[in-house]
């Protein structure tokens, strides 16, 4: 009952937040109220984390740091937008990237997928903040999570996803009245965003 909610209410604005006390999120429709701290303490903790996984292991939607620099689903229906924007390597993505973030991503680039160190996990936000690769977590032989950076191309073939780019300024516009009526919510292009 709680995914085909929060299935609906993807589809219809395009982009969901996984949590947030004030936006529209996951935990806040599978809590059916605000979810303030960590969304593991809450009651419905099992149905949200349920809902969370389906949803990320699904055809519908991606996961990305998007709206706020928080994870946000996105929409099928939006990813020749996501993709286009994504794939620009525009300005806002490039200017002022570190030296170690510049490099990851290099490395990023040539391998197409690459498991990140820890010692690397500020690179690693750098480059999933600016969209210039796609970011997940994947559990290690150890238990523990490992961040992995993936090309966009490569993303596109995992998800089985034929690449249907359109114009970046037209993209970002489109992904902008998206959340116009977000109080608060900015996306990782807009002023005082990026560093």
């Known amino acids: 009952m709680s995914l085909a909610r929060v299935s609906r209410e993807l589809e219809r604005l ?5 949590t947030d006390a004030r936006l529209p999120s996951v935990t806040r429709i599978v809590a059916g109220e605000p979810v303030k701290g960590s969304w593991w303490s809450h009651p419905r903790a099992r149905a949200i984390y349920a809902v969370l996984e389906a949803l990320e292991d699904g055809a519908a939607a991606l996961l ?15 990813w020749p937008e996501l993709f286009s924007v994504a794939m620009a ?19 990023v680039d040539a391998e197409k997928m690459f498991r990140v160190e820890s010692g ?14 796609h970011g997940s977590q994947q559990h290690t032989e150890t238990g523990a999570h490992a961040k992995v950076l993936t090309t966009w191309e490569e993303t596109a073939r995992l998800r089985d996803y034929r690449l249907e780019r359109t114009d970046p300024a037209s993209a970002r516009a489109a992904l902008e009245n998206r959340i116009r009526s977000w109080e608060g919510a ?5 002023p005082g965003r990026t560093k």
Do not use: C
């Open 89 to 107: 390597r525009d300005d806002w993505q490039t200017r002022g990237l570190s030296r170690s973030a510049t490099s990851l991503l290099e490395r």
């Open 64 to 78: 990305v740091k998007l709206v706020s620099r928080k994870l946000t689903f996105v929409h099928r229906a939006l």
């Open 186 to 190: 900015k996306l990782p292009w807009e």
């Open 14 to 18: 395009g982009v969901l937040l996984v």
């Open 120 to 133: 690397s996990s500020k690179a690693a936000r750098e480059i999933e903040e600016r969209l210039l690769a």
